[in-house]
């Protein structure tokens, strides 16, 4: 039983090497202009996400589908076509509200008027944001301005919950929301405002992080469940 034990978490340590390496080797290909690797490195990011999750022995219907509507979404955006960008709105619309679900029982009736104070800072800069590229929005303004506002609720809960709890779990809720917010904001600057590679790895790398470290939210979350239950 032991040595199960063992080979699981050397095998769950193999899969998160991988999952940086893949981060990385992504971010060079992408500055150096290697098309079809950067391609193959960027589709296969969050499966290998996905796998490692699911190595864990963990199945949070909610969580896998929140991921396979981040791809979606990645990939929709990646076309380049104008006409899938409203699509692509939508399911990294659907993608923020099924992480929103996963932190709703976070929400208390004594933390809720924090969690709207807290929240108020990130969603006024959002908009600020919005603002700046509002010409390119189209059609997909208002799904953005929800979008905005659930990436604010998430970053208000994690600040609160934080707060109020101080473990390792809202840690890494915390640091993947602050991700969250700061590579929303350069996705807008750099796809419709300014065009940076500088700004295009700092959406890659903190895109990255941040899924990383809600899986690891996730992770904690689950086992503390667990526990509670056993």
Same mark, same amino acid.
């Given at each position: ?139 997909? +303004? ?6 905005? /506002? =659930?990436? $604010? #609720?998430?970053?208000? &809960?994690? *600040?609160?919950? !934080?707060?109020?709890? +101080? ?6 809720? /915390? =640091?993947? $929301? #602050?991700?969250?917010? &700061?590579? *929303?904001?350069? !996705? ?23 899924? !990383? ?18």
């Amino acid at each position: 039983m032991i040595k199960i034990f063992q080979n699981n978490k050397n095998t769950i340590n193999i899969l998160i090497l991988v999952y940086f390496l893949n981060l990385v080797l992504y971010s060079i290909c992408s500055f150096l202009k290697f098309t079809s690797a950067e391609t193959i490195f960027w589709f296969s990011r969050i499966p290998i996400l996905l796998i490692l999750y699911l190595f864990t022995g963990k199945n949070n219907f909610i969580y896998i589908t929140s991921l396979l509507l981040y791809q979606l979404a990645s990939y929709l955006f990646a076309s380049g076509n104008p006409d899938l960008f409203m699509y692509g709105s939508i399911s990294s619309l659907g993608y923020k509200l099924l992480l929103l679900i996963i932190l709703v029982p976070l929400i208390t009736k004594e933390n809720r008027l924090a969690i709207s104070l807290a929240c108020l800072p990130f969603f006024v800069l959002f908009l600020y944001i919005i603002e700046l590229v509002l010409h390119s929005l189209g059609d997909s +303004f208002y799904i953005w301005i929800l979008n905005a /506002l =659930i990436t $604010s #609720i998430i970053g208000g &809960i994690a *600040i609160i919950h !934080f707060n109020n709890n +101080f473990d390792l779990k809202g840690y890494w809720l /915390l =640091i993947s $929301s #602050i991700l969250f917010i &700061i590579q *929303i904001g350069a !996705f807008f600057i750099n796809k419709f405002y300014i065009k940076s590679e500088s700004i295009y790895q700092m959406v890659i790398f903190f895109y990255g992080l941040s899924h !990383f470290t809600f899986y690891k939210f996730m992770i904690l979350k689950e086992q503390e469940k667990l526990n509670i239950s056993t």
